[in-house]
């Protein structure tokens, strides 16, 4: 199972790897972890930013073999989730001593209050009075979606609570995100699929999505923004 949504969510510390367990062979890091009470062990993988678990069940007699269920997202049952709470525990676990984690969302709200005098407004929220009508676009989780908008009232910048899945990945942890306005003719050259990904949820010839951790550089970040603005506003 794929794992490398954590390298989009905070920074490694690969100094720090060998104290975890993990050995560095070639230009690859691999450790095993014990799944207890259970006669099983994960093999965790990492190469290259890409960070991968196998879960095998370990045999005296016999070559260890690979539990299969574990990668089959359909799969369920009291056991195999199990596995997949352990080793979800293991990877928390490696992340929270291993890599150095920030949040950018405060820091980046106080950017837009200081650079454009700008407050967000908060479009799909849960109205405050219950006769009052509600976007058909929040269904629940789009509450904290923040929008920010130029004088013209045309939003450049909107922030949301997405998950790694929306954007490639196979995890549904859950992420904050901007998007932004780019030039239609740079976008390609933009996106590296690091911090910076084809928009989510909106038109992708012209929008980019950020995330807003310790992966995104804060700098690249309010540059961004501040050509969104521009083209948004009206400035080319």
Same mark, same amino acid.
């Given at each position: ?10 920074v ?17 890091y ?28 370990s ?28 080793? +979800? ?40 009075n ?22 013209? +009232? ?57 995330l ?11 540059s ?13």
């Amino acid at each position: 199972m794929d794992y490398s949504y954590i390298f989009r969510s905070a920074v490694p510390d690969y100094a720090k790897f060998a104290s975890f367990g993990f050995e560095k062979r070639g230009d690859a890091y691999i450790c095993k972890k014990s799944l207890s009470e259970t006669g099983f062990y994960v093999k965790l993988l990492v190469k290259d930013e890409k960070f991968t678990a196998e879960v095998y069940e370990s045999a005296d007699d016999f070559p260890d073999s690979k539990y299969a269920l574990f990668d089959v997202e359909s799969a369920n049952g009291s056991f195999v989730s199990q596995i997949r709470s352990q080793v +979800q525990g293991i990877v928390e676990d490696f992340r929270q001593a291993c890599f150095e984690i920030s949040d950018l969302r405060e820091k980046y709200i106080h950017f837009f209050e200081s650079e454009f005098n700008c407050k967000p407004d908060f479009p799909w929220a849960a109205p405050k009075n219950p006769g009052e009508a509600q976007s058909s676009f929040k269904s629940g989780r789009y509450d904290d979606a923040a929008v920010f908008r130029c004088p013209n +009232q045309k939003w450049f910048a909107l922030i949301m609570n997405i998950t790694y899945k929306n954007l490639g990945f196979e995890n549904d942890e859950n992420v904050f995100v901007v998007n932004l306005k780019a030039d239609k003719e740079h976008i390609n050259e933009i996106i590296d699929k690091k911090s910076i990904f084809p928009a989510y949820h909106m038109n992708k010839k012209y929008w980019i999505t950020l995330l807003l951790t310790g992966v995104t550089d804060f700098d690249r970040l309010c540059s961004l923004t501040k050509r969104s603005f521009e083209l948004v506003n009206g400035k080319k």
